[in-house]
């Protein structure tokens, strides 16, 4: 292997890797087509280097593993990488483009997580499964009753003991079979819900012993649900340079269009993770509902936003200060104390 090498890309498949070496000024070295189970024994007689590599799947546990071999491991966001392939693409010249990129001083990177915060977001990740099919199995019973003339409430509790009540009430309407098929709807949403109580369960005790959970859960608006995905998110809040930044990541900034010297501020960017969106922004709207009965200045400032630009945008802009909040508990390791009038 040559000496000179001070930088290896590596595109990351399921079965075959392919890597490729530069050195100080740029020039390739060094390239290679690697099955899985050669990779980590080549990369353990390399001297140490810096590795860069596109954020996808498996890329966490492959950037744990590279590191424990004394190499430096950037992880970098695929649109940031694209523009340095060339001509055709195929794997080898992916591999080139992340080389190239990595080497980049204003490129950013993207944190490579803990098992523990892909243990929580696994756990986010099929709990919004869950709701996703039972919201379908909603929607479903409710356009096959609608057929027959009986309109069910909306959400899924309400829905399904509502389906209890007609199967008995509606039986002249119903026959044999679609009382039967109703009634195997009826139990698979009950046995989501029990799933979907279970995974809750399991996110508000992680959230009760996590310390910083517990210190972003004294923020208003920020649930064990928004707190434990939010550590599962930001492994390392002192990345970002302050809480702009950090709500500039979650997309909850207006996006900038500028030319000729013009500027033209449009809606939310909406970059970043979207759950984290729908988890911040329904909490916003849930404080909007006692602002009245408050003094505080932050429930001052909210009133007044609310008669200048409406609850939509309100509930926005204090998911905003809310990232920006949370970027400030995770650094500082303090509570949030609410400002008095």
């Not at 039967?180 to 992680?206: D, I, N, P, R």
Request: charge should be positive.
């Amino acid at each position: 292997m040559k000496p000179e090498m001070s930088v290896l890309g590596i595109d990351i498949t399921q079965r075959v890797f392919h890597a490729v070496g530069m050195d100080e000024r740029g020039r390739i070295v060094w390239r290679k087509r690697l099955s899985r189970h050669d990779l980590m024994p080549l990369l353990a007689k390399l001297p140490p280097v810096r590795i860069g590599m596109e954020a996808c799947g498996g890329a966490h546990d492959g950037a744990r593993r590279f590191r424990e071999h004394g190499h430096e491991v950037k992880r970098m966001a695929p649109q940031f990488v694209k523009p340095y392939g060339k001509a055709n693409k195929n794997d080898s010249r992916d591999a080139e483009a992340s080389a190239e990129a990595v080497t980049r001083p204003t490129r950013r990177f993207v944190p490579i997580k803990d098992v523990d915060q892909q243990d929580i977001q696994a756990l986010h990740r099929v709990r919004e499964r869950l709701m996703g099919e039972r919201t379908a199995l909603v929607h479903a019973v409710h356009g096959l009753l609608h057929e027959d003339g009986m309109v069910m409430p909306k959400g899924g509790s309400k829905c399904r003991q509502a389906v209890v009540g007609k199967r008995e009430s509606e039986k002249a309407k119903l026959t044999p079979l679609s009382q039967e098929m109703l009634w195997q709807v009826v139990e698979e949403v009950a046995a989501l819900e029990a799933q979907l109580a279970s995974s809750q369960e399991k996110l508000a005790t992680l959230a009760q012993t996590h310390p910083a959970c517990q210190r972003l859960m004294t923020i208003p608006g920020i649930g064990p649900c928004t707190a434990t995905a939010l550590v599962a998110a930001v492994r390392d809040a002192s990345a970002f340079k302050n809480g702009r930044q950090c709500a500039a990541w979650l997309g909850l900034v207006p996006r900038q269009h500028a030319t000729g010297g013009k500027e033209r501020w449009l809606g939310i960017s909406t970059r970043g993770d979207s759950s984290l969106r729908q988890l911040l922004i329904p909490g916003a709207r849930a404080t909007l509902r006692w602002v009245g009965r408050k003094t505080d200045r932050r429930s001052h400032w909210m009133r007044q936003l609310v008669e200048r630009r409406g609850t939509n945008r309100t509930a926005v802009a204090v998911a905003n200060k809310n990232a920006r909040i949370v970027w400030a508990r995770l650094t500082s390791h303090q509570d949030y104390q609410p400002a008095t009038s």
